[in-house]
């Protein structure tokens, strides 16, 4: 089993920046990729970004492409989502998905996220 807490979600104006964190507890080693998605209510959720536990190795969506960065520190066992230049249609409760052995994927209970003047 694998425990995701998502933290540093909150209200931003737009062109502003927030930095959610993601930590991973339980059985971690058994993680290959983590990353983040996004969904508002009554919408489907959307990719944001993945990043491999091992090689770095990293995937954006287009509309964040430029804006948001992922991250990891291992020894911490928390991955990041740096978010640069916010617009109010990032606004979206963003959730922690790790993919584990099998392909088990974990989630997060998710972090509010709205960019508004």
């Known amino acids: 089993q694998v425990q995701l807490v998502e933290s540093g979600g909150g209200l931003v104006q737009p062109g502003g920046s927030l930095r959610l964190s993601c930590a991973a507890s339980?059985?971690?080693?058994?993680?290959?990729?983590m990353g983040w998605y996004r969904q508002a209510p009554g919408k489907q959720s959307e990719f944001v970004a993945t990043?491999?536990?091992?090689?770095?190795?990293?995937n954006y969506a287009d509309s964040v492409k430029g804006r948001f960065t992922i991250s990891r520190d291992n020894a911490k066992n928390t991955v990041y989502l740096q978010m640069n230049s916010l617009k109010p249609e990032d606004t979206d409760v963003y959730y922690c998905n790790a993919i584990a052995q099998r392909a088990t994927a974990y989630w997060g209970r998710g972090t509010q996220v709205t960019v508004s003047s």
């Open positions: 339980g059985s971690i080693f058994t993680i290959s990729v």
């Open positions: 990043i491999t536990r091992t090689g770095g190795y990293t």
